[in-house]
């Protein structure tokens, strides 16, 4: 079975700041995806961006990055220049290389930007 | 509409009553799956339906969830005799299935806060 673990409940940084949301995961598969989501108040879920566990390469979305590190199943997000529309629910998944493949997801990180 | 669209929005109910929740997934979209994300935790694989293929029900917590899709569409999920643990956020997604070398991204809906008395 796969588990995604996100270590910090709660987290903060000021404005225009960076700031790093960790995971790990645990699993046997080679192929499979992970992602990082948005869940704002309004509880919409926004894909942020996603790593293809084949691709050794880091993913960058704008402001958003991942350190992903295979052998040691860690996946962690990079926000840049955060901004206050950034404060959020933010959740790990691990996805199955599978069609129908369903995701598993931490428990989340609740980040508050300050101004 | 443009995206996943759920209903109700927010549902209270008595302990014991049944409660049914809706999904409309996006158009063309041949994969559905409900999730369950509960006070302060991550989302939770219920169900997952692929066109005209059997369900996998392998997430659901017990024998009072279910769900149907029917014409390959609109979803329900229905929970029995609901208990206060059942208590949550009920969220759909939906995609395409273009087969297995090719990512499909799960699109999630607003969901239904379900709250048992």
Redesign the interface.
Known sequence: AQTVTQSQPEMSVQEAETVTLSCTYDTSENNYYLFWYKQPPSRQMILVIRQEAYKQQNATENRFSVNFQKAAKSFSLKISDSQLGDTAMYFCAFMKHVVGGDMRFGAGTRLTVKP | GAGVSQSPSNKVTEKGKDVELRCDPISGHT?L?W?RQSL??????LI?F?GNSAP?KS?LPSDRFSAERTGGSVSTLTIQRTQQEDSA?Y?C?SSL?L??TV????F?G??T?LTVL
């Not at chain 2, 302060?40 to 694989?45: C, I, K, N, T, V």
């Open positions: 994969a799956y999730y302060g935790q991550g989302l939770e694989f997952y692929q996998d997430g956020v969220l997604a299935a087969g297995v990512y499909n991204e799960q999630f607003p969901g806060r």
